[in-house]
């Protein structure tokens, strides 16, 4: 091989180079002409470079001049490309990734309260501010609890399947709140004031007033010479702060197994101020709640002296007060989950 034949490929792998520049846009094409032409093993000009030791003796310096100025040249040439593909694709990236600040942002949705929380975190508050605490008790609960130890006789006609929703043999969903008395009773010694407001289940019919699954409100107060008075007056007391100061409180005898007296509890019409309307069915008074004196039976169940102590028990329906405060006609849109309707509440 002569020097000029060498130098000759080395000049048209030059220009063949040149030729090939212009397709080099991106990372990837310009990798893949550095390796042809300059990788260790198979590059094209690694490969004229391993010619050298061929040519004889005094052209080979010219010829590796010529390779080594051809080898400069191609680095540099992809050096330079290498740095404007960078930033190609930096500014590329710039764009994509643009923010314009001025745009508006995504205003985040924020919750609601449900009507019934509100409710009951008011009827809450109201006790609260009269001394007394919040208990909780079990939604799945023993029948000793709800019944028994709430001198429910046996064969009582509310034990029956056909109205309490049993899981097994001696347990139930609670009927009411009121076994919460006696499992208070049971840990706490007289005085005793607290609320606990919870889930209830029956198997009532669906009507606008009525759901299988609601919300009660328990009271309980026991202290020495607590009279039918205290719990007429702390109803009172209750409704003017719930509704308005003109509410008025009225108590029908009635019949509970575990109070004694026991009475219904109703409110003059919210809506109509007690001169009879639609919501009232023209009586005047929309019923609430049951009350009464705790039984002196009860006591025997958790060691208090009946001689000693007396207290008042009521217990309420948190959907039926949420109702009436804001006038709402149907119990179920508490338990649609309708945003509509929620979302009217804050
Ligand atoms: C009781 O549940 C007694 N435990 C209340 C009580 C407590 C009396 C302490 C004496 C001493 P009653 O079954 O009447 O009572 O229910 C009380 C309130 O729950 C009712 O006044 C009503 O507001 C509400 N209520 C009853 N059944 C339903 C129902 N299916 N859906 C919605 N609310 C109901």
Redesign the pocket.
């Known amino acids: 091989m002569s020097s000029s034949d060498g130098i000759g490929r080395l000049r048209a792998l030059e220009q063949q180079f040149e030729s090939e520049c212009v397709s080099i846009v991106d990372h990837r094409s310009l990798e893949d002409t550095r390796a042809r032409y300059l990788s260790r093993k198979s590059g094209l000009l690694t490969i004229e470079l391993q010619n050298l030791g061929k040519l004889p003796k005094e052209q080979r310096a010219e010829f590796g001049r010529v390779a080594n100025q051809i080898k400069l040249k191609i680095e540099g040439a992809l050096e330079t490309l290498q740095t404007s593909i960078d930033r190609r694709e930096k500014q590329k990236t710039l764009e994509r990734e643009a923010l314009d600040v001025t745009l508006p942002g995504n205003r985040r949705r924020t919750g609601h309260r449900h009507p019934l929380t509100i409710i009951r975190k008011e009827i809450e508050d109201i006790f609260i501010s009269m001394g007394y605490t919040v208990e909780d008790g079990p939604e799945v609960e023993s029948t000793y609890y709800n019944f028994e130890a709430l001198n429910f006789p046996a064969g009582h006609p509310a034990r029956d399947p056909r109205d309490t929703f049993y899981v097994a043999d001696n347990l139930i969903l609670r009927t ?3 076994p919460v008395q006696v499992r208070t009773m049971e840990k706490m010694q007289p005085p005793v004031r607290i609320i606990c407001p919870g889930r209830v289940f ?1 198997r ?1 019919a669906l009507d606008p ?4 699954m ?1 919300h ?1 409100v ?1 009271c309980l107060l026991v202290d020495e010479g607590v009279t039918f008075a205290d719990l007429k007056g702390t109803l009172e007391r209750f409704h003017k702060e719930f509704f308005s100061e003109k509410t008025k409180t009225r108590l029908r005898p009635s019949f ?1 197994p ?2 004694e007296p ?1 009475a219904e509890v109703d409110v003059s019409c919210v809506f109509c101020d007690g001169s009879g309307c639609r919501v009232c069915k023209g009586t005047g008074w929309v ?6 004196m705790v039984h002196p039976n009860l006591y025997g169940f958790v060691n208090y002296d009946p001689e000693k102590y007396t207290g008042f ?5 948190i ?2 007060y949420t109702l009436l405060k804001y006038n709402i006609n149907e ?1 179920q849109l508490f338990f649609q989950n309708d945003l509509r309707f929620l979302e009217q509440f804050s």
Request: charged share 20%.
């Open positions: 009411h709140t009121s029956r009532d007033t009525h759901s299988p609601f009660q328990e509970f575990f109070v026991g019923e609430v709640m049951g009350a009464g028990a009521f217990g309420g329906g959907d039926r119990i």
